[in-house]
């Protein structure tokens, strides 16, 4: 069975400061992987995946993650956060030809301060 | 492009009182979830449909809940009798490709919050 881990449950930074979530994840086959983010009053919406070919991948808002295959780990990035990226994260994993259910990590809730 | 509809928004019953909620998927998109949010956790797959088949309901409590894709459109879930255990957020997403070399993107609703009282 799949399992994800997220380290950091609350997480609060000033505004410009950089950010990086952890996440791990435990299945022994091939698996695709996304970040979700759920800002205030909002749907969950995918913030970037991966699925094969490089493993740096880079989504929207200027936020970045790396697969590292080995350290069954994709953690986010961004170099400077801003006011507007409080919110809830979510690393999910799913396996197969990628239509399967995702499997979530528990969350990290993020905060701000300008 | 309209996003995933879900009603009602919120719900709050009594335990052991019947409760059912819908989802509208996005047009075209064959595979459709339901996925249960318990407070201060992340979101659980309860069921999946592909068209209007069951692909994985390994991890709904069939003893109370059930669900069903009209047609391989719109779905309906449905629990009875409600325990409070049951109180979350019930998600409904969708997405369009079935198999393939990549991997789709899930769209998520803005979810059912129920409330057993």
């Known amino acids: 069975a799949q399992s994800v881990s997220q380290h950091n449950h609350h997480v609060i930074l000033s505004e410009a400061a950089s950010l990086e979530l952890g996440c791990n994840y435990s299945y022994g086959g091939t698996v695709n992987l996304f970040w979700y983010v759920q800002y205030p009053g909002q749907h969950l919406q995918l913030l970037l995946k991966y699925f094969s070919g490089d493993p740096l991948v880079k989504g929207i808002k200027g936020f970045e993650a790396e697969f590292i295959k080995s350290k069954f780990s994709f953690n986010l990035r961004k170099p400077s956060v801003q006011w507007s990226d409080t919110a809830e994260y979510f690393c999910?994993?799913?396996?197969?030809?990628?239509?399967?259910?995702?499997?979530f990590g528990k969350g990290t809730h993020l905060i701000i301060q300008p | 492009e309209a996003g995933v509809a879900q009603s009602p928004r919120y719900k709050i019953i009594e335990k052991r009182q019947s409760v059912a909620f819908w989802c509208n998927p996005i047009s075209g998109h064959a595979t459709l979830y339901w996925y249960q949010q318990i407070l201060g956790q992340g979101p659980k797959l309860l069921i999946q449909f592909q068209n209007n088949g069951v692909v994985d309901d390994s991890q709904l409590p069939k003893d109370r809940f059930s669900a069903e894709r009209l047609k391989g459109v719109d779905s309906t879930l449905k629990i009875q009798p409600a325990k409070l255990e049951d109180s979350a957020v019930y998600l409904c997403?969708?997405?369009?490709?079935?198999?393939?070399?990549?991997?789709?993107?899930?769209?998520f609703g803005p979810g059912t919050r129920l409330t057993v009282l």
């Open positions: 997403a969708s997405s369009l490709v079935l198999r393939g070399p990549s991997t789709d993107t899930q769209y």
């Open positions: 999910a994993v799913n396996s197969g030809g990628g239509a399967d259910g995702l499997t």
